[in-house]
């Protein structure tokens, strides 16, 4: 037996296969053998195979077949893409036009064929359209002879923006053309839509206009006006409007190229580029049809740029109607037009008249793409009293990144290169030449001289040995210029100290232990973890005008609960207990390397020499110095707790209590040691590079005090 038959494109939903919807390729069709019960879709039933909808051979698309079927019981299921929907089921009274599938489960009802059967009017409808929303469409092509008639042989096209607006002039959607289910371009459509008012409007392609609007039928006409816009459409719930079309016509382009004509020959040869920035002009000739006789109407002027690929040279003019024209090529200064019309090949020879820089008049036609206008410019000898010159400094006010009185100038015998910028883009590339080098001198200064007029590059070769260790460059190097026969001066290059290590030190009382409860308590007790300090004379967190713009660095690790304590702890009683906690952290641009962190212990307190001993363990010496630093970074938490543990004494730790009138380290920049200094090596220590980051960038020391 053989089954068949169609899967349709149901455009406007009614479930019946009309003249002008398509059939669908790429649907999965299955077909089942009924296991007895009569029913599809039971568990009785069993596969027999499946095929996918394809052209039949003669033009036909969404056509599936099974063939050499046994005799037998059975029913087919179709699988539809995603974005369609089954149509009703069983619409009309034609069973050859209708859908016969369930629009629920895709499968139709048993059906009993013998071995001789060919049954091929198992059809299906799929649709987008939903009852409740409505859709719109359909279809951009190529008008090739411009006529608004969408013409056997013109084709669509994709990659056209087509917006939906509503009748309040407000977006609705934006898409663009591609291939419809069968692979033809052009189309588009809008799903899902609220019953109402809308317009369609449609972005033409660069170079191409709009075909005239609503000519002839509706369903082969264009719907846009010269704008792209189209007329009001309403649409009600169930609608699948696919009428609303627009052609596109081809517009006439005019270039294409300006080289510089090396060897003079009037040809275009292998390595010779295009030249930018020449302007040219596009006209009507007048009433005599000639050029350049006073009574031409200019039209548009352009200058010769990079193309999409970035060479050089090329130029062209668009939108024009079609008719007779004629170019106007001005010669920029340095060059001269070149020979005109040489040889017999047109797309390489140049096409101006070197008097005049007029091209012959030419006719344009409709969608004509006329690039083969070229001209050869030829370089004029040049006499060489360009000059270049500049100073290398040491920039002391890097903010501007200028040449300020009084900055000092880096020594003699630095190195500075000079290159010839040939294909004029400010970049040192492989077309480019070096023309010279040169050295400084004792003021730090260099010049080139007897330089031809042109484009040129300065680069200072920052690997000269010369340049002292702590400088580094910090204006732009590969400075472009271009060089006349006036002097360019002040072509100057600044060097920036490099950046120093930096840390920040934040100080807080983080505990307290009273002498009544004897019970250590974390400060503060409500509130903030932390406070910061401000210089407001007379306030609990008063610190003065010499601190930190600001102890909440965003580098800190989870600054919200890691930076605890306060600055004042209120009211203390002779044998209360202080905790105090220097917080640091690494934020210059380099390793702080060996930081020693020395803290006097505050007036009216004694340092207490064993407040770690049962925390550390009991060691055989005094511990009274607390650090915490890591390699991982902190949990979410952000609390920590000292993981270091330090003596008191001169050994192999590293840290140190030095107990009041005895010597402290000079680069302590403690004069007098009145009441005790604590003094930590902590070692180098990497800069922050993000909150937390590296985990070693940061951490604390910790001691404790009794109130006297």
């Given at each position: 037996?053989?089954?068949?038959?169609l899967?349709?494109?149901?455009?406007?939903?009614?479930?019946?296969?009309?003249n002008?919807?398509?059939g669908i390729?790429?649907?999965?069709?299955e077909?089942?053998e009924?296991?007895?019960d009569?029913?599809?879709?039971?568990?009785?039933?069993?596969?027999?195979?499946?095929t996918l909808?394809?052209?039949d051979?003669?033009?036909n698309?969404?056509?599936?077949?099974?063939?050499?079927?046994?005799a037998?019981?059975?029913?087919?299921?179709?699988?539809?893409?995603?974005?369609l929907?089954l149509?009703?089921?069983?619409q009309?009274?034609?069973e050859?036009?209708?859908s016969?599938?369930?629009?629920n489960?895709?499968?139709?009802?048993?059906?009993?064929?013998?071995?001789t059967?060919?049954t091929?009017d198992?059809d299906?409808g799929?649709t987008?359209v939903?009852?409740?929303t409505?859709?719109n469409?359909?279809f951009?092509?190529?008008?090739?002879n411009?006529?608004?008639?969408q013409d056997g042989?013109?084709?669509?096209?994709?990659?056209?923006?087509?917006?939906l607006?509503?009748?309040?002039?407000t977006l609705i959607d934006?898409?663009q053309?591609?291939?419809?289910?069968?692979?033809n371009p052009?189309?588009?459509?809008?799903r899902?839509?609220?019953?109402?008012?809308y317009?369609v409007?449609?972005?033409?392609?660069?170079?191409h206009?709009?075909?005239?609007q609503?000519?002839?039928?509706?369903?082969l006409?264009?719907d846009?006006d010269?704008?792209?816009?189209?007329?009001n459409i309403?649409?009600?719930?169930?609608?699948s409007?696919?009428?609303?079309?627009a052609?596109?016509v081809?517009?006439?382009?005019?270039?294409?190229?300006v080289?510089?004509?090396?060897?003079?020959d009037?040809?275009?040869?292998?390595?010779?580029?295009?030249l930018?920035?020449?302007?040219v002009?596009?006209?009507?000739?007048?009433?005599?049809?000639q050029?350049?006789?006073?009574?031409?109407t200019l039209?548009a002027?352009?200058v010769?740029?990079?193309?999409?690929?970035?060479?050089?040279?090329?130029?062209s003019?668009?939108?024009?109607?079609a008719?007779n024209?004629f170019?106007e090529f001005?010669?920029p200064s340095g060059y001269?037009?070149?020979f005109?019309?040489v040889?017999n090949?047109?797309t390489?020879?140049s096409?101006?008249?070197?008097n005049t820089g007029?091209?012959?008049?030419?006719?344009?036609a409709t969608?004509e793409d006329?690039r083969d206008?070229?001209?050869g410019m030829?370089?004029?000898p040049?006499t060489?009293?360009?000059?270049v010159s500049?100073t290398?400094y040491?920039?002391?006010?890097?903010?501007?990144?200028?040449?300020?009185?009084?900055?000092s100038?880096?020594?003699a015998?630095?190195?500075v290169?000079?290159?010839q910028?040939?294909n004029n883009?400010?970049v040192i590339?492989a077309?480019?030449?070096?023309?010279?080098?040169?050295d400084t001198d004792?003021?730090?200064?260099?010049s080139?001289?007897?330089?031809?007029?042109?484009?040129?590059?300065?680069?200072?070769?920052?690997?000269?040995?010369?340049?002292?260790?702590?400088l580094?460059l910090?204006?732009?190097?590969?400075?472009?210029?271009?060089?006349?026969?006036?002097?360019?001066?002040?072509?100057n290059?600044?060097?920036?100290?490099?950046?120093?290590?930096k840390?920040?030190?934040?100080?807080r009382i983080?505990?307290?232990k009273?002498?009544?409860?004897?019970v250590w308590?974390?400060?503060?007790?409500?509130?903030?973890?932390?406070?910061?300090?401000i210089?407001?004379?007379?306030?609990d967190?008063?610190?003065?005008?010499?601190?930190?713009?600001?102890?909440?660095?965003?580098n800190?690790?989870?600054?919200?609960?890691?930076l605890r304590g306060l600055?004042?702890?209120g009211?203390?009683m002779p044998?209360?207990e202080?905790e105090y906690t220097v917080?640091?952290?690494?934020?210059?641009s380099n390793y702080a390397k060996?930081?020693?962190?020395?803290?006097?212990?505050?007036a009216?307190?004694?340092?207490?020499?064993d407040?770690?001993n049962?925390?550390?363990?009991?060691?055989a010496?005094d511990?009274?110095?607390?650090?915490?630093?890591?390699t991982n970074?902190l949990?979410?938490s952000g609390?920590?707790e000292?993981?270091i543990?330090?003596?008191?004494i001169?050994?192999s730790?590293?840290?140190?209590y030095?107990?009041p009138?005895t010597?402290?380290?000079?680069?302590c920049?403690v004069?007098?040691n009145q009441?005790?200094?604590?003094?930590?090596e902590?070692?180098?220590?990497?800069?922050?590079?993000?909150p937390g980051?590296?985990?070693n960038?940061y951490g604390f020391?910790?001691f404790?005090a009794?109130v006297?």
């Amino acid at each position: 037996a053989i089954i068949g038959d169609l899967v349709w494109d149901d455009q406007n939903g009614n479930g019946i296969q009309d003249n002008s919807e398509p059939g669908i390729n790429g649907v999965r069709v299955e077909l089942w053998e009924d296991g007895g019960d009569g029913q599809p879709g039971t568990s009785d039933d069993s596969f027999y195979g499946f095929t996918l909808t394809a052209p039949d051979g003669t033009g036909n698309d969404g056509v599936y077949l099974f063939s050499n079927v046994p005799a037998g019981d059975y029913f087919v299921k179709f699988i539809p893409p995603g974005n369609l929907n089954l149509s009703p089921q069983d619409q009309g009274g034609d069973e050859t036009a209708d859908s016969d599938a369930d629009p629920n489960t895709g499968q139709t009802n048993v059906f009993s064929v013998n071995q001789t059967t060919d049954t091929r009017d198992f059809d299906a409808g799929l649709t987008s359209v939903d009852p409740a929303t409505a859709s719109n469409g359909d279809f951009v092509w190529l008008d090739i002879n411009g006529n608004g008639i969408q013409d056997g042989d013109e084709v669509g096209v994709n990659g056209v923006t087509v917006e939906l607006y509503d009748s309040g002039n407000t977006l609705i959607d934006s898409t663009q053309t591609s291939n419809d289910f069968n692979d033809n371009p052009g189309f588009y459509r809008f799903r899902d839509l609220t019953p109402g008012t809308y317009y369609v409007k449609f972005i033409a392609p660069p170079s191409h206009a709009f075909s005239p609007q609503d000519q002839g039928d509706d369903t082969l006409d264009s719907d846009a006006d010269a704008t792209g816009q189209t007329a009001n459409i309403t649409l009600s719930a169930g609608d699948s409007n696919q009428d609303v079309d627009a052609g596109i016509v081809p517009q006439p382009i005019l270039g294409d190229f300006v080289w510089i004509d090396n060897n003079g020959d009037g040809l275009q040869n292998l390595g010779e580029l295009g030249l930018n920035g020449v302007t040219v002009n596009v006209y009507n000739p007048g009433g005599d049809g000639q050029p350049g006789g006073g009574d031409d109407t200019l039209l548009a002027t352009t200058v010769t740029t990079n193309d999409v690929a970035g060479n050089p040279g090329f130029y062209s003019f668009s939108g024009l109607a079609a008719g007779n024209y004629f170019l106007e090529f001005i010669a920029p200064s340095g060059y001269e037009i070149g020979f005109q019309n040489v040889g017999n090949d047109d797309t390489i020879d140049s096409d101006a008249d070197p008097n005049t820089g007029y091209t012959e008049v030419f006719a344009l036609a409709t969608s004509e793409d006329k690039r083969d206008l070229d001209v050869g410019m030829i370089a004029l000898p040049v006499t060489s009293t360009g000059e270049v010159s500049g100073t290398l400094y040491q920039d002391d006010n890097p903010q501007n990144d200028s040449f300020d009185n009084g900055e000092s100038t880096l020594p003699a015998n630095i190195t500075v290169v000079l290159y010839q910028d040939v294909n004029n883009n400010n970049v040192i590339d492989a077309d480019d030449t070096q023309q010279a080098t040169t050295d400084t001198d004792d003021s730090g200064n260099y010049s080139f001289t007897s330089l031809e007029p042109g484009k040129y590059i300065v680069q200072v070769d920052t690997n000269d040995p010369e340049i002292p260790d702590e400088l580094m460059l910090g204006t732009s190097n590969d400075i472009p210029i271009e060089v006349t026969t006036t002097a360019v001066t002040d072509v100057n290059f600044g060097f920036d100290v490099e950046s120093l290590p930096k840390v920040i030190l934040v100080k807080r009382i983080t505990a307290i232990k009273r002498k009544e409860s004897n019970v250590w308590e974390s400060l503060p007790t409500s509130g903030s973890p932390f406070v910061d300090g401000i210089d407001s004379p007379g306030a609990d967190n008063h610190v003065g005008s010499v601190r930190a713009p600001d102890d909440n660095h965003p580098n800190w690790p989870n600054p919200n609960v890691y930076l605890r304590g306060l600055i004042n702890s209120g009211t203390v009683m002779p044998g209360d207990e202080l905790e105090y906690t220097v917080y640091f952290l690494s934020n210059g641009s380099n390793y702080a390397k060996s930081l020693r962190i020395c803290d006097r212990v505050p007036a009216e307190t004694t340092f207490i020499p064993d407040a770690f001993n049962q925390t550390a363990g009991n060691p055989a010496s005094d511990v009274g110095i607390a650090l915490f630093e890591s390699t991982n970074p902190l949990p979410s938490s952000g609390l920590a707790e000292p993981n270091i543990y330090l003596s008191n004494i001169p050994d192999s730790d590293r840290g140190r209590y030095y107990s009041p009138l005895t010597s402290v380290p000079a680069s302590c920049n403690v004069p007098v040691n009145q009441n005790g200094v604590v003094v930590v090596e902590v070692g180098d220590v990497p800069q922050a590079t993000a909150p937390g980051e590296p985990p070693n960038s940061y951490g604390f020391i910790r001691f404790r005090a009794l109130v006297k």
